[in-house]
């Protein structure tokens, strides 16, 4: 069965502190992987992966992809309080495009 | 505000009724989706539509669900005969449908149901 699995479940930083955030999957018919940021509402989209080895930057966070051991990790660097969120990793199906599979997400809580 | 937008943001509902979602896409984004997320989980792949025809339904919707895109812009999702077991977010996304590995899906705000 595929499976997208996250860790860990939930953490907890003090602002500056830096955060990775992994996911690995199981996933027989990979074709991307996608990170999203989830507060109280809406998932906002982060990066999109579909190649090893090349990290995507913003700003702050940045993420890169391993297709050889089956995950992806998130960093976060100096933390503020506005990156308190789930952070939902998905896996998108390379036999169904655009049916993207979650895993359950990491709460990440920043405190002051 | 040019984003997915759901309507309504909250339902309560008793057990047995109907409901309707619906779900306006960004404006010229040709897919769009259906996912459930209750707590503590990622949200659950429900259906989606390439324009107006839907390509693929999860074994998660029952025959109790149906969604349409009859024009190709919004959507609709309706719930039959509602149970508690379908309390959830309902949440909706669109992407331009450019091609896969490289299609971005932008999600709307949700739809809270209760049922009671």
């Known amino acids: 069965e595929d499976k997208v699995v996250q860790s860990p479940l939930s953490l907890v930083v003090h602002e500056g502190d830096t955060v990775t955030l992994n996911c690995s999957y199981e996933?027989?018919?990979?074709?991307?992987l996608l990170w999203y940021k989830q507060e109280k509402k809406a998932p906002t989209f982060l990066f999109m992966l579909?190649?090893?080895?090349i990290e995507k930057k913003s700003g702050r966070l940045s993420s890169i992809l391993d297709k050889k051991e089956l995950f992806s990790i998130l960093n976060i660097t100096a933390t503020q309080t506005g990156d308190s969120a789930i952070y939902l990793c998905?896996?998108?199906?390379?036999?169904?495009?655009?049916?993207?599979?979650f895993g359950a997400g990491t709460q990440v809580v920043v405190t002051p | 505000d040019t984003g997915v937008s759901q309507d309504p943001r909250h339902k309560i509902t008793k057990r047995g009724q109907n409901v309707t979602f619906r779900c306006d896409p960004i404006s010229e984004h040709n897919r769009l989706y259906w996912y459930r997320q209750t707590l503590g989980q990622g949200p659950e792949f429900l259906t989606y539509?390439?324009?107006?025809?839907?390509?693929?339904k999860s074994r998660l919707l029952s025959d109790r669900f149906s969604a349409e895109r009859p024009k190709g812009s919004f959507s609709t999702l309706e719930i039959q005969r509602t149970e508690q077991g379908d309390s959830a977010m309902y949440l909706c996304?669109?992407?331009?449908?450019?091609?896969?590995?490289?299609?971005?899906?932008?999600f709307g705000p949700g739809t809270r149901l209760t049922v009671l």
């Open positions: 996933v027989t018919n990979f074709r991307s």
């Open positions: 539509f390439q324009n107006e025809a839907q390509l693929e």
């Open positions: 579909t190649s090893s080895g």
């Open positions: 998905a896996v998108e199906w390379a036999d169904s495009w655009g049916k993207l599979q």
């Open positions: 996304a669109s992407s331009k449908g450019v091609g896969p590995g490289t299609d971005t899906q932008y």
